[in-house]
């Protein structure tokens, strides 16, 4: 109704302004690129009017009516060129001939590369920069912004890590500037990741895959992330504050030019947004870092880059209480805690890269890179929660309506960590590039050392009514009945010290062909080489992309891509349950193949991209595993074979003139099949089906094969978008609107088998809406002067509808071992006022 209104509005001022008129002109001519060449489909228009024309197949267009003898602005814009103003005052009657001439610039409609100007064989989406500082988000993170596209699925605000066709958090490829990032390995929890790595502030352009990318990423499974961030040519900068978070980024060059320098500093707080919580307590979350990029150069043939980045972030809580209401309609719980103790974590990381570029001519690029990566992270903890399951009264009527009035269980649960982490990694690489004519030959050679060292020690003790659990079965005929074992619910000590080291390699070639009847293609193949020393292999992933642009079909990309991908594991997914390393580990294997399409059409006088993609993935030697909110364990001795299918949609273009919007949908379905996980059903002699502690009972057994079971990524549908308005005519006044829903991803409860996992969630829903407004839109010429660029106010709503969304359980149990799994919910409304200023 907002976009009806404002659309409606603007177009009765525009025919009340157009009425007053009174004589008119024409103007007429042709849009060209700079090589020449017509362009179809380019949008002419009177800036301030609804006078407007496309552009025929000729690049010719025809403006009639256009108002004499006031000065006016024509501009012709079209898709990935940048747009052309011409301003001009008419006589009555005239006939005005105006002839534009566009050219290229970077396009964010992935299927043509409009700065290479040639066919993309691979589905590289491209992001607006602007949009994630603008975007309505928790995170103010680029990734929040990912969280939108098809295929990619997250249900947690909290926290950067999403989910790509099906893949887990740790199969996901992230590089700023060609250097390969990593996440800090203890973080369990949303609340304890700080900041990620990649500051929207410096960012000038974001290219992400879903899948079926090219040989030149790799080794991991599902999805890449490719960030380059600004090669300053002036001074500027922006400082932002807000309820949450607080930043500041300078760039600048020398007075030669050939010195370059890019930095930013952050610190975040989400204080505010944790008081939401239904555990109440003394949150003190502190996180900050700097990071910086420095470039130089050093004559016509090299040039050399430093990347920096440090953070030092830490999460203490100290809890104080909890009342979760939960159940069914029929049967409404409430659950209440009381703690003691205090949760402390701490992670401190620092990552550089140094790059030296040599440009032997024109068509060939050679990059040699020498980079680190450290990490130190502790996380320590004792809390002790008792609790109460209560009843509660339902009815309006009584006196106590809504609190507990039959107590079900209560009890006490203990939890103790002493987690240290610390993890070194150094790599040597070369990387080149080679253009000539319709070739692009890529390639590539790695060298990495890693090492770890990491002390694990944690436990749980449950106690329910005086009982520890597990409580074991009484035995007929024990002559003890009274003294039975103390069991822990869960216990995992270990310290591991590892070292790796790994080699890679790749080459790829793409190949431009225009054919007689100028249909296009490009075809794209390549391989990847990997030995690493823990597991003695030695992998080949080969790798084809294609892409079709028919001439019959001009508007029309088809794609196809296959391949071989492997994720040869970092360290995680080598440590079971217990802390314990599998040196028997082997990669994990994905046979990928894609089939997707790109549509451009013309709706509204403006530019749109409808993109669809169907998918299928074989898996075999995957690591099963097991998400607790974003802790990921892997059941590290267990081998799986599995697969994913799913098509992903999106609709990309200005819904609203000016501004970015998309709607997207996914359906996926991911499964797999655990190697030995067979079990027996026993039977009395009725029979009866026997639970465990009447085994003994038995007189017959079935054997049970699971088969396949969803994994814990399989989100069934996922729906967002991200919708940008203004009032028309004035874009100082504008609405972003993020929203994400997602169905309900299986679980199970803990120290449970990966086929007893299989319940639901419920449905991850959330609405994000922010209204920004910049008061120095209208003077523009007064700002310039004072090199400020433009100040932005923004209001922000984060879970608009108050949703309680849920992340994980807690699992109880009283002394009757009756399991109660207790919804946690994530954050609940917020308002939140963000300033931002750029110069």
């Known amino acids: 109704m907002l976009v009806f209104r404002f659309f409606t509005s603007f177009i009765l001022l525009a025919l009340l302004s157009s009425s007053s008129y009174g004589q008119t002109a024409r103007v007429g001519g042709t849009v060209t690129d700079d090589k020449g060449n017509p362009l179809q489909w380019v949008n002419v228009l009177v800036r ?475 075809v794209n193949l390549g391989s990847r080489f990997y030995y690493w020393d823990f597991a003695r292999e030695f992998l080949i992933s080969p790798r084809m992309n294609l892409a079709f642009k028919p001439a019959l079909l001009p508007n029309w990309v088809f794609r196809f891509a296959a391949g071989v991908y492997y994720q040869p594991p970092f360290y995680r997914e080598m440590r079971d349950m217990n802390g314990q390393l599998n040196h028997q580990i082997r990669s994990p294997r994905s046979v990928q193949f894609i089939l997707g399409s790109d549509y451009r059409f013309q709706m509204w006088g403006r530019s749109f991209l409808f993109t669809s993609e169907a998918y299928y993935k074989k898996m075999d030697h995957v690591i099963p595993y097991e998400v607790d909110n974003v802790r990921i364990r892997y059941y590290a001795n267990q081998t799986a074979k599995a697969y994913a299918v799913g098509m992903d949609f999106r609709l990309f273009g200005e819904f609203v003139k000016g501004v970015d919007s998309w709607f997207t949908l996914s359906l996926l379905k991911t499964a797999e099949d655990i190697q030995g996980d067979s079990y027996y059903n026993y039977y009395d002699r009725s029979g009866n089906l026997l639970s465990s502690g009447e085994v003994f009972q038995a007189v017959d057994s079935v054997k049970v094969e699971p088969g396949y079971i969803p994994r814990p990524t399989d989100r069934r549908l996922n729906l967002t978008m991200f919708f940008q308005d203004y009032i028309p005519g004035n874009k100082a006044l504008q609405v972003h609107l993020r929203l994400i829903f997602g169905t309900g991803l299986p679980f199970g409860p803990p120290q449970s088998q990966r086929y007893q996992q299989t319940f639901r969630m419920p449905d991850y829903r959330r609405v994000d809406v922010g209204f920004s407004w910049n008061p120095l839109e209208q003077k523009v010429q007064k700002i310039s002067r004072r090199k400020i660029s433009s100040f932005w106010i923004s209001l922000e709503v984060f879970n608009l509808f108050q949703v309680n969304n849920t992340i994980s359980y807690t699992w109880i149990k009283d002394v009757n071992n009756r399991q109660f799994a207790v919804p946690n919910y994530l954050t609940s409304r917020r308002v939140n006022l963000k300033m931002m200023v750029n110069f």
């Open 48 to 522: 301030n009017t609804v006078i407007g024309s496309v552009t025929d197949d000729k690049g010719a267009y025809e403006l009639r009516s256009v108002p004499a003898n006031k000065k006016i602005v024509i501009t012709a814009s079209y898709v990935g060129y940048r747009k052309q103003d011409t301003v001009l005052v008419l006589k009555p009657g005239e006939n005005r001939a105006i002839h534009f001439v566009l050219h290229l610039e970077a396009t964010n409609l992935p299927g043509l590369d409009v700065k290479e100007n040639v066919l993309r064989s691979e589905n590289i989406q491209q992001l607006n920069p602007k949009n994630v500082l603008i975007a309505p988000t928790v995170g103010t993170g680029v990734e929040d912004l990912i969280k939108t596209l098809p295929g990619v699925t997250s249900n947690n605000e909290l926290s950067a890590q999403y989910s790509v066709r099906g893949g887990n958090y740790d199969e996901n490829l992230v590089y700023v500037d060609g250097i390969e990032i990593y996440k800090p390995f203890l973080v369990n929890s949303g609340e304890q990741e700080g900041l990620s790595f990649i500051n929207p502030a410096l960012v000038s352009r974001i290219n992400f895959s879903a899948g079926g990318f090219g040989a030149r990423y790799g080794d991991k499974m599902s999805s890449v992330l490719d960030v380059t961030y600004k090669h300053p040519e002036s001074f500027g900068g922006s400082v932002y504050l807000s309820f949450l978070e607080a930043g500041l980024s300078l760039q600048g060059t020398s007075k030669n030019k050939r010195f370059t320098y890019l930095m930013g500093a952050r610190y975040k707080t989400n204080r505010y947004l944790l008081g939401t919580l239904d555990t109440k307590g003394d949150y003190q979350p502190d996180f900050a870092d700097f990071q910086s990029l420095l470039t130089y150069k050093m004559s016509d043939l090299w040039d050399v880059s430093f990347l920096a980045y440090i953070s030092r972030n830490k999460y203490k809580v100290v809890p104080q209480s909890r009342q979760t209401d939960f159940g069914t309609f029929n049967q409404n719980l409430q659950f209440t805690v009381y703690f003691d103790g205090a949760e402390i974590d701490q992670y401190a990381t620092a990552q550089g890269g140094l790059t030296f570029t040599y440009h032997p001519h024109k068509d060939m690029k050679l990059d040699f890179v020498v980079s680190g990566y450290n990490t130190h992270e502790s996380e320590t903890y004792d809390v002790q929660g008792q609790y109460w399951i209560g009843q509660v009264q339902q009815q309006s009527t009584s006196p106590d309506a809504g609190n507990a009035v039959e107590t079900l269980g209560v009890g006490t649960y203990l939890r103790h960590a002493r987690n240290y982490f610390n993890a070194s990694v150094l790599t040597i690489e070369h990387r080149g590039t080679y253009n000539r004519r319709n070739q692009l030959l890529r390639w590539g050679l790695r060298y990495q050392h890693q090492w770890v060292n990491d002390q694990m020690r944690e436990w749980l003790l449950n106690d329910s009514a005086g009982y520890s659990l597990p409580n074991p079965v009484g035995i007929p005929g024990n002559p003890m009945p009274g003294i039975d074992p103390f069991n822990l619910s869960y216990f995992a000590a270990a310290h591991n010290v590892i070292q790796i080291n790994r080699a890679s390699a790749y080459l790829s070639n793409r190949w431009l062909i225009t054919t007689r009847n100028y249909n296009e293609w490009s």
